[in-house]
């Protein structure tokens, strides 16, 4: 069974930082595309960070590039989402996914909040 778990959210103040951590499990994390999506409150989810399985490539939404940082430890099967300067704007539920092939994700953990104020 494939488990995504987020932890690391919370409560920050604007210009502060956060890392976020995403542990897989019941998966070959070396075979997935790993992401992070976030969640606002009356919005729809939204894309913010990729990562590829292979060179570790990454892909950012326009909204944090330069400010936020995902990066992935194969060793723990983890993958974080280190979060500088942030924003009120950013205050959302984040959730990880997994991506096996394509753009699709398969699989998505149930996410942390994070609450930035100003």
């Known amino acids: 069974q494939v488990q995504l778990v987020e932890s690391g959210g919370g409560l920050a103040q604007a210009g502060g930082s956060l890392r976020l951590s995403c542990a897989a499990s019941?998966?070959?994390?070396?075979?997935?595309?790993m992401g992070w999506f976030r969640q606002a409150p009356g919005k729809e989810r939204e894309f913010v960070a990729r990562i590829t399985r292979t060179n570790g490539y990454t892909y950012y939404a326009d909204s944090v590039k330069g400010r936020f940082i995902i990066f992935r430890d194969s060793a723990k099967n983890t993958v974080y989402l280190q979060m500088n300067s942030l924003k009120p704007e950013d205050t959302a539920v984040y959730y990880c996914a997994a991506a096996n092939t394509g753009l699709k994700f398969d699989y998505w953990g149930r996410g942390t909040q994070v609450t930035v104020s100003s």
């Open positions: 019941g998966l070959t994390f070396s075979g997935y595309d």
